[in-house]
Structures are given as structure tokens and as C-alpha cells.
């Protein structure tokens, strides 16, 4: 700590003494970096997914899996020349040995991502851009959700199924293993900016339907935020 920042940090701690040091110290604490990477919030309680996804769940994944991979993709990001790049960038020079970055940017990314594509029930259509393409290139949404329900089922071990985009401006169906992305192009295939991602690791589904991930899929797909796939899938397309 510069000795400015210090003096600064004390008076402010000196000044706040009164009423809760702790707090005030933690929000002054001059230590952290703008670079660091933060753990966002659900845009809904973590009861809001019952009984599709129990709170307890929720709580664990969010607050402890997500909160992990945050944690480790800063301690990964110490000593190297990424610390002011977005996800993005971070994820798209990924190569294989980097370990560290590759499952703690993807499980960041990932997740980040999948709040915001399930939330509570709404009961709305798929939005018009999306819904086209959907129907042009996998005749039915109902055909589409089966073949993601199926690309799940065969990921063996951890994982993640996608709804991306291709660079051929199609989309796509597919599955990569632990936390990858399509947007590793140095590691994953194929390559795409993913619009719907669903998490079929353990965690996120084994405290209320341990074994049966096939009724984990199927309670899912109310949950989906049609809505912000489809911002998504606007975005992709430039
Ligand atoms: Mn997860």
C-alpha cells in the first residue's frame, strides 16, 4: 500500500470507528484492484427456481461453485499480462496448459450466463428473431429442446450444453466438457458466442434429483428467459 493510501484508508477508518469499523474497513479496503473480477448477483431470490431448482442449490452454487471459480480466476490472473481484459478476450487466449484460467474464466463465464437465461416461470413466446432461426434450422423449438436434452444426457461426467452461434452466423447444439466454452477457439469445436447454456454438472442439480439429471433437463426448460436468449442471439449477429 502507498503511504497515501494508507493515510487515507486510516482516516477514514479512524473516522467511522464509532459505529462499525469492520464494515467500513471492508468496503475502504484500499488493497483491492479495479482489475479484479466480482461474483454478480441473481436477478432473483434464491427461491425463486422452486421446485424446479431448490433454494439450498442455489444457494450452494451461486454463493460457493460460482464464488470458487471468481476467486480462482483472480488468483490465476496474478502475474500475467491479462488482468485488464474482459472475459472475453481472457477466454479466446486460452490454450490448453492454462489450467487455471480455462476452468476458473470458463466456470466464471459459464455461470455468469446461465443466471441469466433461467429465472422464474413467465409463460412468453420465444421473441420473432430467434423464433425464425429456431424454426429454420431445427423445424420446431420442441426439436430443439430435445436435441440440447439429448447432447446433455451424453455428456459423460461435468459439463455444459450450448445454443451458440456459429461464424457462419447459424446456430448450433453443443456440448463441452468441465466449464469450456465455444468461445475457446484454441481448445473447443466448434467455435461460436454461446445464446443458452445449461449446466449439467452435479452441483447444479444432485442435492434434489441426485442420479436423475433427465428430470433436471426436463425442469428446466420452463425456467429459460426466451427474452435474453434472443437479446443474446441479436447481439451475436452484430
Ligand atoms: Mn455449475
Known sequence: MKKRE????????????????????????????????????????????????????????HGKHHAGYVNNLNKALTGTNLGGKSLEEILAQISVQDTALRNNAGGHYNHSLFWKIIGPKLDRPVPKP?????????????????????????????GWVWLALGRDQKLFVSATPNQDNPLMHNIVSPVGIPILGIDVWEHAYYLKYQNRRADYLNALWPLIQWEEVNRRYKAALG
Do not use: C
Open 6 to 61: 494508507f493515510l487515507k484508508a486510516n482516516a477514514l477508518l479512524a473516522g467511522s470507528l464509532v459505529l462499525n469499523p469492520f464494515s467500513v474497513w471492508a468496503e475502504n479496503r484500499p488493497t483491492r484492484t479495479t482489475n479484479e473480477f466480482t461474483l454478480p448477483p441473481l436477478d432473483y431470490d434464491f427461491e425463486a427456481l422452486e421446485p424446479a431448482i431448490d433454494t439450498l442449490t442455489m444457494q450452494i452454487h
Open 130 to 158: 430467434l423464433h425464425k432461426a429456431i424454426e429454420t434450422q431445427f423445424d420446431s423449438q420442441e426439436k430443439l429442446i430435445e436435441e440440447m436434452k439429448t447432447a446433455g444426457m451424453k455428456v459423460f461426467g461435468s
